[in-house]
């Protein structure tokens, strides 16, 4: 079993900025990637990017030049740098990791964008 622990979510005005975290723990062997994903409400799950071991990073179209993913791989800890947010960033994130070929999801924590 993988456990996560997210924080970091809430509500931020537009143009704002925001620090998500999400650590994993338990059956935590050798983890290849790390990544947020978010689901606004009546939309689908969409990538907002992820982290390879290495520290190779690919995101979304649309957070590019605006979010940050950093890894720690010590600490099993994805990071993810939130700027010049947007009302359309509302959304539900949760953060995964993929080992050993298998998927694993974090709960999720909201951010809200709203004036």
């Known amino acids: 079993q993988v456990q996560f622990v997210e924080s970091g979510g809430g509500l931020v005005q537009p143009g704002g900025s925001l620090r998500l975290s999400c650590t994993a723990s338990?059956?935590?062997?050798?983890?290849?990637?790390m990544g947020w994903y978010r689901q606004a409400p009546g939309k689908q799950r969409e990538l907002v990017g992820h982290?390879?071991?290495?520290?190779?990073?690919n995101y979304g179209d649309s957070v590019k030049g605006r979010f940050t993913i950093s890894r720690d791989n010590a600490k099993n800890t994805v990071y993810l740098e939130m700027n010049n947010l947007k009302p359309e960033d509302t959304a539900v994130y949760s953060c995964?990791?993929?080992?050993?070929?298998?998927?694993?999801w974090g709960q999720g924590t909201q951010v809200t964008v709203s004036s």
């Open positions: 982290i390879t071991k290495g520290g190779t990073t």
């Open positions: 995964n990791l993929v080992q050993r070929g298998l998927l694993y």
């Open positions: 338990g059956s935590i062997f050798s983890i290849d990637f």
